[in-house]
């Protein structure tokens, strides 16, 4: 907690899906989780980092797991409950003695907890099997294993949760219903009822003794208050509406957290007195949250790509814009004639806070503009303006530095020209640090200025074999050193600033000519970039005795790439200018490449205002754009409010459609165009609820198919839908309806013609000048969820036969089942990786890939998909879809080619991996896996089976990317011991190999 801001301090990976955290009090507090496959572990925050502290299983096998579980703390805290398996409740007694279990006669349980009495008491709601609800009171005995039940007694069966209250109330607790919460004291079994409008109580978190939070499944917020007496009293207000919550946690001072799954997340601050509006909440931070992801597109742009999410569930329901890389927030533009070859950032002195003078330089010009209350100034200045600049940049107190091809500048804006010095050949390169200057003449001479006491003298000289072709200087730790580059070699120069004298001189791997250098220090350790003449980056660390080390290069682009030290809030960062502008920095000591998203960046420099303070002024293409940079992260969020449950989307040419779901009403078709301004929209009809939704051209022209069906509540299956063809110009009208028998759940183009899956069964349909005619049908579907095209192969999901492979004669227009998959899968989505590969997610969390036979032996085998691939992800995945965030580097082994979406918000990527590349890496992820246990203990190949009601299957053919990333995170010794371990003699290629997978997933 910072300044009423909760900052994040650690996030750890965990191998397991999480199912109950509960918090032991103590010294200092620990953390006892369990997973949903039965594994525990208590955790510990020391020293800056989480402590195993105990770890265990306590599956119990042969036994089925109910639909409530909990794991609850006894107040004396002489045991940990857990009750996971139906009829068991499982002690975990914290004085060290054995886990054990006892025997409950009830099977339907709603809740449990443990009260606050002398002994262990444990209180449990339950139904019978005539669905009468009872409160069973037991004294749990750790000496004996065993519950002894003291009393029973029943309540209203509408009773949904128990809150053990405090000793002040002798520690009895509230029974909480629909309509009523109850108190109950003692050992009575009469209670103080409190009454109020019918809701459901999904969360609840104490303040203190007498006062307790509630949130219900309507986002509204109560405190109830309990009063002491001869006759306790109850009394609940409410006191905001700030969203669905999935728990709610008290922490201190009035501070509040609501965590929400269909909902941003917030920290709230509780006041006991209104203000104006009379609210009595107040939002201090919102924590962005995308789940659940029940749909998404893919938008490609030139450099990289987004992806537009429909997120979040009824009045919190939104579109998310989500962009890998980094943003420039645009304050200005300014439109360019020409070309602009560099510009610069510059403060009107070296101790002013901001930038005030904006330097750019063309062809055979110089613009100085100067920031003022009105906007920037073209105002006279001493600058040097009839020719091209070299550099800029500040020097001491108010002096300036210009550097053009004919001389050096000395300047202020107050006092003019100071001193000018012109050598006797033309200045091609140059580079300053304070009151130091180095300048390359087109003579292959290199010059150190000084630049004190309003004078510019020559100190040192020195000829060099060629003339420079880039030059930058920097205060290291070695003093103030140089890097160079020359255009009739392959070599880079490190010399010392103080006397010109070359510390280290190496040849580069590249074939490009160095067009740019930088050294730049990013997490205390010196690095040398190389910016190529072909578009690729070069770059090292600077070792002991400024020798090359961990030499690496990437392909960044296809123009000359330039460099440029950012400044941000965070910390420094490289802008490499190119047709692929990419910022690169430095996290947990290994480099992270990120793209920008603007195109053809020719120059870029900080310019920080108080507007700004990641301010930035970067030439793109035409124009001049002053912006600030985004946050250094991963990932970047835009949010659209919808206000209602957004089912799907697709991207239409330039707009975006989507369909909508309301709790209440019909849902609608909206089209919102590319600035997300809502462009159309269309009403379905009552009791019509829309399924699918896709962009398509038949015959020559685009059109909008929508799927739908019609739900009414005494039917258990929805019996007739539509399916509607709407065109677009500047509103939806809709040109053909086609009423079908049943839901469509799926809509896909097929080689001009529109596929859809109703039912169980897949139907191609034509268009004509009067409707859509039907060309053929394939049964033998349970229910067809999903389709995927590739070419004219469609891939079929089924809710229970797995996958299966159709393809669409161009001949004869039928659909004929080429293959499919004889395993049970209970599908959830499907797409195609390749012609011959396929991906799909099932609803026990897991991925799974089938291929066609290579050379099938006859035609049984020829029409089986066989299995390529499983995997356990741990999250349900709504939808795949073709794509990537990240340009694709063509030179790189590992290639995405699909994302997904799940439930819980997360965002995935699917590559392919070359045969030679995955054989390290499957070597790596399991010698990882044996040597580096994650936190508990957890193995992560046990994880990462697949395992269903029915099977479980090592997982194969899949890397986990983001736990083989982590080897760039170890220690130099776990890394040698891991590599040790694979057999491998060559930790840099590991290394980079790893890089490549990080590149690849964005």
């Known amino acids: 907690m910072v300044q009423d801001h909760l900052r994040l301090v650690l996030e750890i990976p965990v191998h397991g899906r999480i199912s109950h955290i509960v918090v032991v009090p103590g010294k200092s507090d620990r953390l006892f989780v369990v997973t949903e496959k039965h594994q525990v572990f208590t955790i510990q925050y020391q020293n ?18 109910p639909e409530y579980t909990t794991c609850i703390l006894d107040p004396v805290q002489q045991c940990i409950g857990l009750y996971q398996a139906q009829g068991l409740f499982k002690i975990l007694p914290n004085s060290g003695t054995n886990v054990f279990n006892v025997r409950m006669d009830k099977l339907d349980i709603r809740s449990c907890v443990f009260l606050d009495q002398d002994k262990t008491t444990l209180a449990v709601l339950s139904l019978d099997t005539r669905n009468n609800a009872s409160v069973t009171i037991y004294e749990v005995s750790i000496d004996q294993r065993d519950l002894n039940e003291i009393y029973s007694f029943s309540v209203d069966s ?45 969360t609840w978190d104490q303040i203190d003794d007498n006062r307790f939070l509630l949130s219900d499944n309507g986002g509204n917020l109560f405190v109830l208050a309990l009063f002491e007496g001869n006759t306790p009293l109850l009394k609940m207000d409410l006191i905001g509406q700030p969203g669905v919550a999935t728990c709610v946690t008290y922490l201190s001072d009035g501070l509040v957290f609501l965590g929400s799954h269909y909902d941003d997340s917030k920290l709230l601050s509780l006041s006991a007195d209104p203000d104006e509006e009379g609210q009595f909440l107040s ?137 000018v010095f012109s050598p006797d050949a033309s200045i091609t390169k140059a580079s300053s640090i304070a009151n130091q200057c180095v300048v390359a003449l087109n003579d292959s001479r290199l010059l150190l200025l000084d630049l004190s006491n309003d004078q510019i003298q020559v100190v040192q000289e020195t000829k060099l074999d060629n003339e420079v072709s880039c030059l930058h200087i920097q205060q290291t730790q070695f ?30 791997m590249g074939e490009g000519v160095a067009r740019s250098v930088l050294l730049a220090i990013l997490e205390q350790q010196l690095y040398l970039f190389v910016g190529m003449g072909d578009g690729h980056l070069f770059y090292c660390t600077i070792g002991q005795d400024c020798k090359f080390e961990d030499q690496r290069l990437v392909s960044l682009g296809s123009q000359p790439l330039g460099l ?86 697709c991207q239409h040419q330039n707009d975006f459609v989507i369909l909508t779901s309301p709790q209440q009403g019909p849902g609608s078709l909206i089209v919102f165009d590319s600035g997300f301004e809502q462009k159309a929209a269309f009403q379905l009809d009552d009791h019509e609820m829309a399924l699918s939704l896709c962009s398509l051209k038949l015959n020559g022209e685009h059109y909008i198919a929508c799927g739908t069906a019609y739900v009414y509540p005494d039917e258990e299956e929805p019996k007739r839908g539509r399916i509607l063809l709407f065109s677009l110009n500047d509103n939806l009208q809709l040109e053909f309806e086609q009423s079908i028998s049943g839901c469509c759940y799926a809509l896909v183009e097929c080689k001009g013609k529109l596929v859809a899956a ?108 066989l299995p390529y691939g ?22 790189s082994p590992v290639k995405p080619c699909l994302l997904f979406c799940t439930v819980n918000g997360g965002i995935g990527t699917i590559s392919t991996v070359e045969p030679e590349a995955f054989e390290i890496l ?81």
């Open 283 to 419: 939002v201090l931070q919102t924590l962005p949250n995308m789940a659940p992801i029940t749909d998404f597109c893919v938008v490609k742009n030139e450099n990289s790509s987004e992806i537009v999410a429909c997120t979040g569930a009824d009045a919190s329901g939104s579109l998310k814009i989500i962009n890998s890389g980094i943003g420039i927030e645009q304050v200005g533009e300014i439109g360019l004639e020409q070309e602009m070859q560099q510009v610069w950032g510059l403060r009107a002195t070296v101790e002013a806070e901001f930038d005030s003078i904006l330097v750019s330089s063309f062809i055979n010009e110089t613009r100085v503009q100067i920031l003022t209350a009105d906007g920037l100034e073209e105002q006279e200045t001493a600058f040097v303006v009839d020719e091209s600049t070299l550099l800029c940049a500040n020097a001491y107190s108010d002096r300036i530095l210009q550097v053009t091809s004919s001389k050096i500048s000395l300047l202020s804006l107050g006092d003019g020209v100071i001193s």
């Open 158 to 202: 509408k009773a949904m949760s128990m809150i053990p209250v405090s000793k002040a109330f002798h520690g009895g607790f509230l029974l909480v219903g629909q309509d009523t919460i109850t108190l109950y004291t003692g050992k009575s079994k009469q209670g103080t009822s409190l009454s109020f409008a019918p809701t459901i109580f999904k």
């Open 48 to 65: 800056s980092q989480i402590v195993t502290e105990s770890f265990g299983d306590v599956t119990d096998f042969r036994s089925r797991t």
């Open 564 to 649: 440029t030290l950012l400044e941000t809030s965070q910390q420094h960062c490289v802008f490499t200018c190119s047709d692929r502008p990419t910022l690169v920095h430095c996290k947990s000591g290994r480099l992270v490449f990120l793209p920008v998203n603007l195109r053809h960046v020719s120059s870029v420099t900080g310019f920080r205002t108080a507007l700004a303070e990641n301010g930035v002024a970067v030439s793109a293409e035409s124009s001049l754009i002053i912006g600030s940079i985004q946050q250094v992260q991963k990932l970047h969020v835009k949010k659209i409010p919808i206000g209602v449950t957004v089912r799907r989307i």
């Open 922 to 1002: 499957e070597k790596l992820q399991e010698s990882m896996s044996k040597l580096h246990k994650g936190i508990g203990n957890l193995d992560l190949l046990e994880f990462r089976k697949f395992q269903n009601d029915v099977k479980s299957i090592e997982s194969n053919l899949f890397i986990d990317a983001d736990f083989v990333e982590s080897f760039c995170d170890l220690p130099l010794h776990l890394k040698t011991q891991v590599v040790q371990d694979m057999k491998v003699s060559d930790l840099e290629s590991v290394e980079k190999l790893v890089e490549e997978v990080a590149r690849a997933q964005g």
């Open 479 to 508: 003093g103030v050193i140089g890097a160079l580059g020359m255009w009739m070699s392959n070599d880079i120069v490190l010399f010392s600033v103080e006397n010109l004298q070359i510390l280290s001189k190496e040849s580069i």
């Open 758 to 865: 109703i039912n169980s069964k897949v139907v191609c349909m034509e268009l004509t000048p009067l409707n859509l005619e039907t060309l053929s049908t394939h049964h033998g579907h349970v229910i067809a969820l999903g389709l995927a095209v590739e070419n004219d192969m469609i891939v079929v999901a089924d809710l229970m036969k797995s996958m299966s492979l159709l393809r669409l004669s161009s001949e004869t227009n039928q659909l004929v089942e080429v293959s499919r998959d004889f395993n049970t899968h209970w599908m959830t989505s499907v797409e195609s990786v390749s012609p011959e590969i396929f991906v799909g997610a099932e609803n026990h969390f897991n991925l799974f890939a089938c291929r066609t036979p290579i050379d099938p032996r006859n035609e049984h085998e020829a029409k089986r998909l």
């Open 870 to 891: 499983h995997w356990h992800l741990g999250d349900l995945v709504n939808r795949f879809r073709k794509g990537s965030l990240v340009a694709h580097n063509v030179e």
